[in-house]
């Protein structure tokens, strides 16, 4: 018999009926009918199944409270015929259900509700991913996950302990078991590589087609539902573009500013230069590198990948998607040929959820002339694509071609590679001819202008970075305009306020661009969607979705958080969160990871699950490497525990940095002597194990092309 029943009984055995049934006896017992009844449905009882409850009999409390207090209980119970213990009954259970956290009595009832189905279900719950896997099988842990239904819930899952599987076996059972409607499931995650391999599991293993998406896509949609009008969406390449000419030509051109930057380049990025005279100060920077520019620029037009960014950059400072869109700018730009890259097309492609934006839009006199550069070969190949998806890609360029005929505009296009083996260039070049284009190569001394201009600027160009890093954090922590004010008169250092006053000015500047392009940026797309979610909610407006289950949740930003709130509020969804905060490493980025260690407190209450049994790495390297993270006394303390065991789970390998030069010449220097170090701990693994699978891992993206 449960605590509950047994309270009923107490109350049946000892009660005589009230000579007079006041509202608040009625209420009373109203109040325990109803507390009694929850007992006794075979479900999880999650805080909001009671919410209503508290506010129902709060009146009642407070009647009986004031008289216990007031020392005129006893008397009340006495004229109205009632227990005094049943009273007292009463007030503790009702205090118990407005605890923060879950109350004990409906804590036991869940318990013994997981416990019962942990039983009763184990053979659906054994076969729950058969048509992922055969061979898995859910442990107890994953398992009360599946079984839980709290209103929030997070599920601290440790590194390969079957994240994705959790998630795809709570939303099969939601469906199976719960009756919910796929549709009114929505998984978010962080990446598209999630993603898919959330939609892989779930809508394509599984067959259920529950919306699995990013939060930008989120966004996306609700900004959408909100204005039809479809906006060009941008990425940071837009912003450093906009706040990089915002620079050169209005605040460097500002003699009260001048030298403040001179200040801040010489205080934060070690300008080799202190001088009153700002170009003087560009000059002496250029002089510098003047000769090794001059004698380096075909290899300097070539080298169009940041070895430390991995971003593909123009000689005219235009950050590009890909190498090869590169090397077609760069054409253009030194044989004289106006372009505007990615600009809207008029026209939009049938049932695309964005503008089209040709990569290249070309002018010549009254020759416009759009440019498509295709990533696949001209007999269609890309050993990166998945079959699925190049014949996707193919598809997405004969809907260009095709609608390029349709309006009768011009179209050229190039491929990555061409059967004849031709470099793209060339085809290029005769395409352009073919369309009436004149090639006007320009003057070496103004392609060597262009790129002096260039190295003028890297100081600027790394102060352009720091404003862009910070506004999109400052957009993506949800602040607004009225923070800078904030901001700088919290702030006594001199140089931060003179940093907050440049970027407001850049901020403002971007917004207007913004505006004026009719686009959006992926910060603005989160935030703009919160702040209408949280109109419609306040018109009383309701969306249909019952659970929201969010990914890799330590990598929650206050913005997504703030999404995800509104999203839930919205529907009245249950929120799942799934995550790590082990491997959190976005901080950089925006993320907040005390929203993840902090759970309850973001939410008001909650409830933590965990997940520790993995199956990825052995059970040495967890206690290692769990040992150093744990360190952090702002960590979630977990124990891992995996069946896999190695000896000598660490093994330290020396080499030196002293380079002899008649070993190493031509060879690449002390990377020669890592590479050589790598080489032979690979050997030794493979002679020990010629199946091992080995992953190398570097500090910096570089890294890897220095050991090549």
Not at 153 to 169: D, F, N, R, W, Y
Request: glycine share 6%; with cysteine; net charge negative.
């Amino acid at each position: 018999m449960s605590i509950l029943n047994k309270l009923l009984s107490v109350f049946k055995s000892q009660n005589e009926e009230p000579k007079v049934v006041t509202p608040e006896i009625a209420s009373l017992l109203d109040f325990r009918k109803h507390l009694f009844s929850l007992d006794d449905t075979d479900r999880y009882i999650a805080k909001s199944d009671y919410g209503e409850m508290r506010d129902k009999y709060a009146a009642t409390y407070t009647f009986f409270d004031n008289a216990l207090r007031g020392n005129t209980l006893e008397y009340y119970c006495k004229n109205n015929a009632i227990n005094k213990r049943d009273v007292k009954c009463f007030l503790a259970e009702y205090k118990d259900l407005c605890l923060d956290q879950e109350s004990v009595v409906i804590s036991q009832h869940n318990k013994a509700y997981i416990s019962r189905h942990l039983k009763e279900d184990k053979d659906y719950l054994d076969k729950i991913l058969l048509p992922v896997d055969s061979k898995i099988r859910l442990d107890e842990e994953q398992r009360r996950v599946v079984l839980s239904d709290e209103d929030y819930t997070l599920v601290i899952a440790g590194a390969g302990a079957g994240k994705t599987t959790t998630v795809s076996a709570k939303v099969k059972y939601l469906v199976e078991k719960k009756g919910i409607s796929p549709e009114q499931i929505l998984v978010i995650s962080f990446t598209n590589k999630a993603v898919g391999e959330l939609r892989d599991k779930i809508n394509k293993d599984l067959g259920i087609n529950c919306p699995v998406t990013t939060f930008h896509k989120t966004g996306y949609a609700i900004l959408r539902r909100q204005d039809a009008n479809l906006k060009t969406i941008v990425d940071q390449g837009f912003m450093f573009y906009v706040i990089n000419n915002y620079l050169k030509n209005n605040i460097l051109e500002n003699p009260e500013l001048v030298d403040k930057l001179i200040l801040f380049f010489g205080s934060y990025f070690d300008a080799p230069y202190e001088g009153d005279d700002l170009n003087d100060f560009f000059n002496y920077i250029s002089k510098a590198d003047f000769s090794t520019i001059r004698g380096n620029i075909d290899e300097y037009t070539e080298k169009i990948i940041n070895e430390r960014t991995g971003k593909c950059i123009t000689i005219a400072r235009e950050t590009l998607r890909s190498a090869q869109e590169v090397r077609i700018a760069n054409f253009l730009y030194l044989n004289g040929i106006d372009y505007s890259y990615e600009k809207p097309y008029p026209y939009n492609i049938l049932r695309s959820y964005k503008p089209y934006t040709p990569d290249f839009t070309l002018t010549q006199g009254d020759i416009v002339v759009y440019l498509e550069h295709f990533g696949i070969t001209q007999d269609g190949k890309n050993n990166r694509y998945k079959k699925e998806q190049l014949n996707k890609y193919k598809q997405e360029v004969n809907d260009k071609v095709k609608l390029h005929k349709e309006h009768g505009t011009d179209l050229i296009y190039t491929f990555s590679g061409y059967n004849d083996n031709r470099d793209l260039l060339e085809h290029l070049r005769e395409e352009l001819l073919e369309h009436g284009f004149i090639l006007n190569p320009r003057p070496s001394q103004e392609v060597f202008k262009k790129i002096i201009n260039t190295e003028e600027n890297r100081y600027i160009s790394r102060l352009v970075n720091l404003i862009c890093t910070f506004i999109q954090n400052f957009k993506t922590n949800g602040y607004t305009v009225d923070d800078f004010s904030h901001f700088k008169s919290s702030s006594k250092n001199e140089r931060t306020k003179l940093f907050l006053t440049i970027c407001e000015q850049c901020y403002h500047e971007y917004t207007k661009c913004l505006k004026e392009k009719q686009a959006i940026d992926f910060e603005d797309m989160i935030n703009d969607s919160a702040c209408i979610l949280q109109e419609e909610e306040q018109k009383g407006e309701k969306l249909d979705f019952k659970y929201i289950i969010v990914d890799e949740y330590q990598d929650i930003s206050r913005q997504r958080f703030n999404l995800t709130k509104e999203l839930s509020k919205l529907c009245d969804a249950k929120i799942i969160a799934v995550g790590d905060d082990w491997q959190s490493i976005y901080a950089y980025a925006g993320s907040d990871i005390t929203l993840f260690t902090h759970f309850k407190e973001t939410f008001g209450y909650g409830q933590e699950l965990r997940i520790t049994k993995t199956y990825r790495n052995a059970q040495e390297i967890i206690d290692i490497a769990g040992g150093f993270i744990q360190k952090n006394t702002c960590q979630i303390q977990k124990a891992l525990i995996s069946p896999k065991h190695i000896t000598n789970p660490v093994i330290i390998q020396t080499y030196t940095e002293e380079v002899d030069r008649k070993i190493t010449e031509g060879k690449g220097g002390k990377y020669y002597l890592v590479g050589e170090t790598v080489e032979k701990i690979m050997k030794e693994i493979l002679a020990e194990n010629p199946k091992s699978s080995i992953l190398l891992l570097g500090r910096y993206g570089f890294d890897g092309y220095n050991l090549t």
